[in-house]
């Protein structure tokens, strides 16, 4: 069994300040992890991917996640916001690394302002 | 990548009605969809794996009758609410694995029953 939690229900910055949203897990065997960025009223649109490799991953739109295996982590990183970052965020698992029957923490609301 | 397309992205429906929902995989032929519930503020949670030419795999607490999954061809799954009654107003998105390791997600149903 696995879950994923993301302890911010929202977070706040400003432009131009670089952010983190976070990101835990809890799984039984080798972690395969993502994080997706999704729009009002759309599908999920995908950002990164960890599943075996260098702990630093680099995705989209300039954005990062830091695979942390001793504190069973994987926070999203950017260096510098934009106001067009605000979105729902969500950190997400799979049981396998093909990205099938994902479960997904409960989303975090990213809120940057000008 | 994968382009998924959803239809339609939002529906009204009275109580009683049965509402059907299309996830086409546009440049994939996918043996295996998989559709997901997003409740309000609330993250997704896998409802089903729709498997093509056989009977969808259902998540535990989600009714086989009352959400009826047809995957007829490889590019084609359908969701049928039947009976739908207000507690199933919700957001549907699908999702297609093209085999490796990233999920690509319809972008989403919207279904309101009044």
């Known amino acids: 069994a696995q879950s994923v939690a993301q302890p911010e229900d929202q977070v706040n910055v400003a432009e131009g300040n670089p952010l983190t949203v976070k990101c835990t897990y809890s799984?039984?065997?080798?972690?395969?992890l993502f994080w997706y960025v999704q729009y009002p009223n759309r599908g999920l649109q995908f950002l990164l991917k960890?599943?075996?490799?260098?702990?630093l991953v680099k995705g989209s739109y300039g954005f990062e996640a830091e695979f942390n295996k001793s504190q069973t982590s994987f926070h999203l990183k950017k260096p510098s916001a934009l106001v067009s970052d605000s979105a729902l965020y969500f950190c997400?698992?799979?049981?396998?690394?093909?990205?099938?029957?994902?479960?997904f923490g409960t989303g975090t609301r990213l809120q940057v302002t000008l | 990548g994968a382009v998924v397309s959803q239809h339609p992205s939002w529906v009204i429906c009275k109580s009683g009605t049965s509402v059907k929902i299309e996830c086409r995989s546009l440049?994939?032929?996918?043996?295996?969809m998989f559709w997901y519930r997003q409740f309000p503020k609330q993250s997704l949670m896998l409802m089903a794996t729709?498997?093509?030419?056989?009977?969808?795999?259902?998540e535990q607490g989600v009714e086989k009758d009352k959400f009826l999954i047809n995957h007829a061809s490889l590019t084609l799954s359908t969701l049928t609410v039947t009976s739908a009654h207000p507690e199933d107003s919700s957001f549907y998105i699908c999702?297609?694995?093209?085999?490796?390791?990233?999920?690509?997600f319809g972008q989403g149903t919207r279904l309101t029953v009044v």
């Open positions: 799984v039984s065997g080798n972690p395969y």
């Open positions: 729709s498997n093509e030419g056989s009977k969808a795999t259902y």
């Open positions: 997400a698992g799979g049981d396998t690394g093909t990205a099938s029957k994902l479960t």
């Open positions: 440049d994939f032929q996918a043996t295996t």
């Open positions: 960890y599943i075996t490799g260098d702990n």
């Open positions: 999702s297609v694995n093209r085999g490796g390791t990233e999920a690509f």
